[in-house]
């Protein structure tokens, strides 16, 4: 059975653009990683600050192992976009 991986973001008023960007140019690293099935950037309709990223998963260690592929250096440069500690949960199908 596959997992889900919903994780949310929050940019900065004067960074979402930066911050869309920056999450766009991790998708192919991560849509390559062994175990991944899709992922998906969506932005708030009514908060365009507002970002969600859905991945599909074969298992949570897969889902683990594959976030150890995007380099550490990346989250120094995310981490200064964000309004707020992203968020992130496991779902299963039910």
């Known amino acids: 059975m596959h997992i889900t991986r919903i994780n949310r973001f929050f940019a900065k ?3 979402a653009e930066d911050l869309h960007e920056f999450l766009n140019s991790v998708l192919p690293t991560l849509r ?3 175990g991944c099935q899709s992922a998906q950037l969506l932005r ?4 365009p ?3 969600v990223l ?3 998963w ?3 260690a897969a889902h683990k192992s ?7 250096d990346q989250f120094d440069v995310v981490l200064p976009m964000l309004a ?3 968020t992130g949960s496991y779902y299963v199908a039910g």
């Not at 708030?44 to 908060?47: Q, R, T």
């Open 13 to 15: 008023p004067h960074l």
């Open 32 to 34: 390559k990683a062994p």
């Open 44 to 47: 708030g309709k009514d908060d």
């Open 49 to 51: 600050h507002e970002f």
């Open 54 to 56: 859905i991945e599909q």
């Open 58 to 60: 074969d298992s949570v």
């Open 66 to 72: 594959g976030a150890q592929i995007i380099p550490p």
């Open 84 to 86: 707020k500690p992203p």
